[in-house]
């Protein structure tokens, strides 16, 4: 590899996950601090809703909402959580959109904001199409992409993940070592000063 070609690292990720929330903005920040290219994915975390969880995963449920505005607080992000599970899949596929167009930043940052404030609901393709629309893209060309081309590359993505053993987000992979969490971004980023990428 020549000494200035980035590498690439994996973020697995989903906007109804708060840890993927905070990990986000810090996640493409390393571009500017190492010779990489951080390759967002979207992946369809599988959540179980009240009375299909055990008594304990209402416990672990209601303390990682509390973890996550510990440390969404002194960022000014608000996280409140669902008041139901939802399926992304229409705002994971307008990622994809918004990457298409070259504007997966501010998209995403959008999507997790509204959502986390109960603004958005990510499983409404006519709300995501406003939000697309908002932004200055096209929400007819979003909504041809959502049931074509979109759905295709949502799928591929899928795929992947399961060749990637992908089970949460967000997970990070960097020659094939995965980093699961927020939290583990430092841990991450020693890796790549080991690897001689920190620029």
Do not use: C
């Not at 509390?66 to 996280?79: F, H, N, S, T, Y």
């Not at 992908?166 to 690897?195: K, N």
């Amino acid at each position: 590899m020549p000494a200035n070609e980035a590498k690439e690292v994996k973020m697995y990720s989903d906007y109804k996950s708060p840890f993927a929330y905070l990990a986000f903005d810090p996640a493409f920040a390393l571009e500017q601090r190492f010779r990489i290219r951080l390759r967002w994915i979207p992946f369809q975390l599988r959540i179980k809703g009240k009375g299909e969880r055990s008594q304990y995963s209402e416990y672990k449920a209601r303390y990682s909402y509390l973890d996550a505005r510990r440390w969404a607080k002194p960022r000014g992000l608000v996280i409140r959580g669902p008041l139901k599970v939802y399926d992304t899949t229409p705002a994971l596929i307008g990622g994809l959109f918004a990457q298409h167009h070259g504007r997966l930043l501010d998209y995403s940052r959008r999507v997790y904001e509204m959502f986390f404030k109960r603004e958005l609901e990510a499983d409404d393709p006519d709300a995501v199409a406003n939000l697309i629309a908002k932004l200055g893209m096209s929400a007819d060309d979003y909504r041809e992409y959502l049931s074509g081309e979109g759905a295709l590359a949502y799928q591929r993505a899928q795929d992947e993940a399961a060749n990637d053993h992908v089970f949460g987000v967000p997970l990070f992979i960097f020659e094939d070592e995965p980093f699961w969490g927020h939290d583990r971004i430092p841990v991450l980023e020693e890796r790549l000063t080991a690897a001689g990428l920190a620029i």
